[in-house]
């Protein structure tokens, strides 16, 4: 896919989906010896979704599990759609969009394995960071160059922005 067509694409989207696991975090769950679950997020991803809503564009979450650590996430970012415990995405998705009157047409996905094609493939713009299964890189549009939870959904979001013209404004608002 040329770039050409790849910023055609992200500026169509309206709504910029993101599993978490592998995604927004590095893929890695550890427990404490509590039986707590952590997972770190890369505050640069964090300011890219802030970036995309700030500028009009929606932002959801679609995850297989289930935490308070990404409720947290969620709220904190100001994140307004947030699905969690679904490894039925594709029906997730649909629900998701009947919610906000949009269509696959109007969104991105950003997923890293076989449980988010089913969603991945009904969206306008599909996207994988740099560790994603190779099988789902060689279906998306667009690879990141980092991996998921370093960086990679700052990726999509700047390629979304630069789609709608608008990287470069947002950008400027930090000098």
Avoid at 63 to 88: F, M
Wanted: hydrophobic share 40%; charged share 30%.
């Amino acid at each position: 896919m040329s770039d050409h067509e790849r910023l055609e694409r992200a500026g169509a989207v309206r709504l910029a989906i993101f599993d978490v696991d592998g995604v927004m975090t590095d893929g890695r769950i550890a427990y404490t010896s509590a039986g707590d679950e952590i997972k770190q997020f890369h505050t640069r991803d964090g300011l890219g979704i802030k970036g995309l809503m700030t500028n009009g564009i929606d932002v959801a979450i679609i995850t297989a599990r289930s935490s308070p650590i990404v409720e947290r996430r969620q709220r904190e970012l100001g994140i307004t759609h947030l699905v969690q415990g679904r490894e039925d995405k594709a029906s997730a998705l649909a629900e998701l969009l009947a919610e906000t009157g949009l269509s696959g047409e109007d969104c991105a996905y950003t997923g890293d394995d076989l449980v988010d094609w089913p969603a991945m493939r009904a969206c306008r713009l599909r996207c994988a960071p740099a560790d994603a299964s190779e099988w789902i890189r060689q279906r998306a549009h667009f690879v990141t160059e980092r991996p998921g939870g370093h960086g990679a959904a700052r990726e999509v979001c700047e390629l979304i922005l630069a789609g709608h013209g608008l990287l470069e404004g947002w950008q400027e608002r930090f000098e």
